[in-house]
């Protein structure tokens, strides 16, 4: 069964931070484009931030755009999101899903097929 494991959130203050964690099961995330999306309760899902496959390039949504971090280590098939800055409205259940079939070297806020479970992501005071 492929699948993806996200782990790393938790309950965190106003201005702290946080690491999550993306691994695969069933495939591997290597040099597949990947991406982390969130959603708030009452909320839609919004996509937050992707990766390529060779980690060279990456977006961003504005909403995270300087707070945000995403990385890869290939060696370790493991993808990152590294959130410092973390505010309220950050509050959400936080996805990564995988494109096992895009060649290119780029990534889209679209498209992705293998998601995970999610991961709660909790900023209170």
């Known amino acids: 069964q492929l699948q993806l494991v996200e782990s790393g959130g938790g309950l965190v203050q106003p201005g702290g931070s946080l690491r999550l964690s993306c691994a695969a099961s069933g495939f591997t995330l290597d040099y597949k484009a990947i991406a982390w999306f969130r959603q708030a309760p009452g909320k839609e899902r919004e996509g937050v931030s992707c990766?390529?496959?060779?980690?060279?390039?990456?977006v961003y949504s504005d909403s995270v755009k300087g707070r945000f971090t995403i990385s890869r280590d290939n060696a370790k098939k493991m993808v990152y999101l590294q959130m410092t800055s973390l505010q309220p409205e950050d509050t959400a259940v936080y996805y990564c899903?995988?494109?096992?079939?895009?060649?290119?070297?780029?990534?889209?806020?679209?498209?992705?097929?293998?998601w995970g479970q999610g991961t709660q992501v909790t900023v209170s005071s």
């Open positions: 990766i390529s496959r060779s980690g060279g390039r990456t």
């Open positions: 899903a995988a494109d096992r079939f895009t060649l290119r070297d780029l990534c889209v806020m679209s498209g992705y097929d293998v």
